[in-house]
């Protein structure tokens, strides 16, 4: 086996692996899935360029990661489902989980998702948004 095809397959598996975190990070509140998303999506085009082809053709692609690099940036109607769907799952979490530690981190990420979504990402006005789609 050449270097070149070990590298593919390791990319590949190493892209694969970051796209089921990226998935599991779109449900659960504490593990954020872009990242993974971005880093799969990364893997993909260094092992083949058919994997980055499919990869961008993806869906999860497309809603996540594609508009967020394009505007970059959310409007606020999108940070505030994402945080209000991250939010609802962070408290379910807290009421079930009985060690004080845990609760504790849990309250600690989701304000720092909060601090993170305002003060980070930068806030895109839906007008701007729709005059983009236009064109």
């Known amino acids: 086996m050449t270097l ?10 190493l892209g694969s ?3 089921v975190f990226g998935i599991a990070g779109t449900v ?11 880093f799969a999506a990364y893997c993909f085009a260094k092992s083949s360029k058919r994997m980055e082809n499919w ?15 394009q505007k970059k940036g959310m409007t606020r109607k999108e940070k ?9 799952f962070i408290l379910l979490s807290v ?3 009985d060690i ?6 849990l309250i600690g990420l989701a304000l720092y998702k909060h601090y993170y979504f305002i003060k980070k990402i930068k806030t895109l006005h839906p007008e701007s948004c729709e005059v983009e789609k236009s064109q």
């Open 100 to 105: 004080l530690f845990v609760r504790i981190l």
């Open 95 to 97: 009421v079930f989980v």
């Open 17 to 19: 692996i970051s796209l």
């Open 28 to 38: 659960l509140p504490v593990l954020p899935g872009g990242p993974f998303y971005l």
């Open 55 to 69: 990869f961008k053709s993806t869906a999860i692609y497309e809603k996540y990661v594609e508009a967020f690099l």
């Open 4 to 13: 070149k095809k070990m590298k593919s397959i390791l990319f590949m598996l």
């Open 80 to 88: 505030i489902r994402i945080n209000v769907t991250a939010d609802f």
